[in-house]
C-alpha cells in the first residue's frame, strides 16, 4: 500500500520561504513519477512542479512559480520536496504530493497560507 505524507506547510509572509516535504512509504520514490500540485479555495488542482519522467532530473514547472519554487527527491531517504521561495499570496493554496506508478497516488494535503 502506497502513502504518502506532506508536511511543512504553515503560515509565512509574503517574500518569505517554505519547504514541504513528502514522506513515502510502500514503494520506492526511484521507480515512480514525482511531483506536487495545489488547489486553492473555488479553484481547481492544478500542477506546479513534476519530474518529466522517472529517473531524470527534468521537470514542468508551472510559469508562475519559475524561479521560485524547486522541486527535487530523495531517493535514500524516499522522500520528495519542494523548496518554496519569493512566497505571494497568490501561493496561498493545500498542496499535494503525486506520485504515479500505473496509478495516481496523492498525500492528504498541507495547506501554505501566505498573508502579512
Known amino acids: 500500500q502506497v502513502q504518502l505524507v506532506e508536511s511543512g506547510g504553515g503560515l509565512v509572509q509574503p517574500g518569505g520561504s517554505l519547504n514541504l516535504s513528502c514522506a513515502v512509504s510502500?514503494?520506492?520514490?526511484?521507480?515512480?513519477?514525482m511531483g506536487w500540485f495545489r488547489q486553492a479555495p473555488g479553484k481547481q488542482r492544478e500542477s506546479v512542479a513534476t519530474f518529466i519522467s522517472i529517473s531524470g532530473d527534468s521537470t514542468n514547472t508551472r510559469d508562475s512559480v519559475k524561479g521560485r519554487f524547486t522541486i527535487s527527491r530523495d531517493n535514500a531517504k524516499n522522500t520528495a520536496h519542494l523548496q518554496m521561495t519569493s512566497l505571494k499570496p497568490e501561493d496561498t493554496a493545500v498542496y499535494y504530493c503525486?506520485?504515479?506508478?500505473?496509478?495516481?497516488?496523492w498525500g492528504q494535503g498541507t495547506q501554505v497560507t501566505v498573508s502579512s
Open positions: 510502500g514503494m520506492p520514490v526511484n521507480i515512480m513519477r
Open positions: 503525486w506520485a504515479f506508478r500505473d496509478k495516481n497516488y
